[in-house]
């Protein structure tokens, strides 16, 4: 340590954690339960050199903690922790290794893969029981000092009944926009692009999910084979934006801030997907970058027979522990300096399931879920899990607690069957109502339902009814990846065809799932491009591929077009009839008090369906009633009646339109019919009249009723 540091060096603070301005120098934190000492590596501003090296005076509460004077934002630094090297017994301190700070909120360089970077001898016999003596800190990327957020942000806050999210990758979206600018195309500045953000307008989009954008790794793996990590499962810094997406590299933040609240002045909520269930760390083979090294026995979740080895819940080698107070505080903190200081609106948990993993298994009231329900800004914000993980009892769809939203994978798993005829009424009814089946408990309503088709992990839309068979001969691995229940139907030729027959089935049959994921009570999720028929070639898997293949093609065809202003059309209704997007979950049964009956499920005799017909029907109605009682007043509702017919038969089938309280059906769309929008609605139909329901489509209709006192 030089003398100027040691005369003036403090004992700080350990209630802050990471690296604090705070005018006239910085505060350290670091937690390490089980370390020795913590040293701060200060570098220069290439990253090149260490300069100084000052030591932490003071340890309380498992927390070392010192202030270091006249360090000013933009400094580099890192950390190196001493501790025993135990791995037998969950430890692997190694003071060799420079560590990412995990409060870091910004990183300077990537990763260089080298030996170095581990903490025991690669090639040694004795694998990780040996010991690394080189020193890291060439290859690993420097924490950087900032400026603290002036002041707090706040959520948009966007009811859930109107949400319709958007997933879709910072990277890949704007790549080959033609209309942004090409220094910008790929990053966050791209993404705020006043084009981008219309286009979504015009969609009808009220949300965008982003894939991870906090700092990761790719994978030695991937590198060695010229690939990467496109997706950015791999996180290693939970503060810090990744700087690959910045168009300004040395100032990240302020750029993800601007890209957020040029999509808040939009009215378009932003949604990071994160990734706390497991590091870039690895198992006990892995590198040691960050919680390795600072303390490997709290961080992560250990055999307890043998705490070499991983707990490995999350199938990509270690799994971070969210037992333990200090990491559940970690993951807090961080979730709301997101919210807080750079203004994001709310979560996705990959593998959320590993959030609420106590030692015996999942539990809806663990302490990470406790805690999130009661502070004062993550219970404002939208939490969204992915509830399954590839652990024991790792599939918990409809089990997390109220205030969260969760994935329906079921209803992707079902529309794709019935559009492709292998699913009938029975099992899609309970789909289209929010998936009682599962969320309508503990006062849950029907948006806790995420509905979607197709996610970034999967094929896309079009790629659904173009392919049988999965086509990822790109990643490498000989097609042996990414999963082969993919539910699809190619309609006879595999791939791209110029049979104008089939062509027309497909895009058909896009449309037909757009509008019974839209028309369906949830919370609807589109995948980016699936509004104008992208495609990633059959590849279903499309992980490692920063290229053409994961990219959006903006180059949209005559087919694609009509189906994104159909798309807009099928949004613009949802937006119109609050019946589509209600809350509270709608039921069958009778209300005597209010003489309504909210749902009712038609046959295409005209009556209501009967027992013996639902595990046989593939053309069906529903009648939503618009007096439906709306919330918990004893109250009829004042919205239109709908009736939504779906019909996945190859044939047409005559359909009787049922009788109901009202005059005539005004017809407001037929998948068969997308090019005419609002001229159908001139088009009345009697009750009881016959109605020819084109083979694979969707119709929905509107009652009209008289005027009062008519």
Request: charged share 25%; with cysteine.
């Amino acid at each position: 340590m030089s003398d100027s540091f040691a005369k003036r060096l403090k004992e700080g603070s350990p209630a802050e954690r990471g690296a604090v301005y705070d005018g006239k120098g910085v505060n350290f934190a670091v937690f390490s339960a089980n370390a020795e000492a913590v040293d701060v590596c200060l570098f220069d501003q290439n990253g090149e050199r260490e300069t100084d090296r000052i030591r932490l005076p003071e340890y309380t509460d498992q927390v070392f903690h010192g202030w270091i004077p006249d360090l000013r934002p933009g400094q580099l630094y890192g950390l190196r922790v001493h501790g025993p090297y135990e791995p037998d017994e969950g430890h692997r301190f190694n003071p060799n290794k420079l560590l990412l700070d995990p409060y870091a909120r910004e990183h300077f360089g990537e990763i260089e893969w080298n030996p170095a970077l581990f903490g025991y001898q690669l090639g040694h016999a004795d694998k990780d029981l040996s010991f690394d003596e080189r020193d890291s800190a060439r290859y690993i990327p420097k924490c950087v000092i900032t400026d603290p957020a002036a002041q707090h942000l706040r959520p948009l806050g966007t009811r859930w009944s109107d949400t319709v999210v958007y997933e879709t990758h910072v990277r890949g979206y704007t790549l080959n926009h033609p209309r942004v600018p090409r220094r910008l195309r790929g990053t966050y500045a791209g993404l705020a692009n006043r084009h981008v953000i219309e286009h979504l307008k015009s969609v009808g989009v009220t949300a965008i999910e982003l894939l991870p954008i906090q700092s990761f790794v790719a994978d030695e793996y991937l590198v060695d084979k010229g690939l990467t990590n496109y997706w950015g499962y791999n996180t290693i810094g939970f503060f810090a934006p990744d700087t690959r997406y910045a168009a300004d590299q040395d100032d990240a933040i302020s750029e993800v801030r601007r890209m957020i609240a040029a999509y808040h002045e939009a009215g378009i909520e932003v949604i990071m997907d994160v990734v706390y269930n497991h590091t870039a760390e690895g198992n006990e083979l892995g590198p040691t970058l960050s919680f390795k090294g600072l303390d490997n026995a709290s961080y992560y979740r250990l055999m307890p027979d043998n705490k070499r080895f991983y707990i490995n819940d999350t199938g990509t080698g270690n799994t971070f522990n969210l037992t333990k107070l200090a990491p559940i505080q970690f993951v807090v903190d961080s979730l709301r300096y997101w919210a807080n200081e750079i203004g994001v609106d709310g979560f996705r948990f990959d593998l959320g399931t590993i959030l609420a993993r106590e030692l015996d298994g999942f539990d809806s009231e663990s302490g990470f879920l406790r805690i999130c329900r009661q502070d004062p800004t993550l219970t404002h914000l939208k939490m969204i899990a992915e509830p399954w993980d590839v652990g024991p009892g790792g599939y918990q769809v409809g089990h997390f607690p109220p205030g969260w939203a969760e994935w329906n994978d079921k209803f992707r798993d079902t529309v794709r069957d019935f559009w492709r005829g292998e699913a009938k009424a029975d099992v899609l009814a309970p789909r289209l109502l929010g998936s009682p089946d599962m969320f309508n408990h503990s006062g849950r309503q029907a948006w806790a339902s995420v509905n979607f088709i197709t996610a970034h992990d999967g094929f896309t839309l079009l790629d659904c009814v173009s392919y049988n068979e999965k086509h990822n001969e790109a990643n490498g691995e000989d097609g042996k990846d990414g999963t082969s229940d993919n539910r699809s139907y190619n309609y006879g030729a595999e791939g791209p065809t110029e049979d104008a027959e089939i062509n027309a089935i497909r895009w058909r049959q896009c449309r037909n799932m757009l509008a019974t994921l839209i028309f369906s009570q949830g919370t609807p999720m589109i995948l980016a491009g699936d509004e104008f028929g992208r495609t990633q070639g059959g590849n279903n898997n499309a992980y490692c591929q920063n290229n053409d293949i994961s990219w959006v093609n903006w180059s949209i065809s005559e087919e694609g077009a009509r189906l994104s202003k159909f798309t807009s059309r099928l949004l613009e209704l949802r937006r119109r009839f609050p019946i589509l997007r209600r809350s509270r979950f709608l039921t069958e049964a009778y209300n005597p008090d209010l003489d309504v009956k909210e749902l009712t499920w038609v046959s295409a005799s005209g009556s209501e369906m009967h027992q013996d017909e639902w595990s046989l029907a593939q053309c069906f109605g529903l009648m939503l009633d618009g007096r439906a009682q709306m919330s918990g007043i004893m109250r009829r509702g004042g919205d239109a009646t709908l009736l939504i017919i779906l019909n996945s038969w190859h044939d047409v089938v005559e359909f009787a339109l049922p009788k109901a309280e009202g005059e005539d059906w005004k017809l407001l769309l037929d998948t068969n019919r997308p090019d005419d929008g609002a001229a159908l609605e001139d088009e009345h139909f009697a009750q009881e009249q016959i109605y020819t329901v084109t083979g694979r489509s969707v119709l929905l209709f509107e009652l009209i009723t008289k005027p009062e006192g008519g």
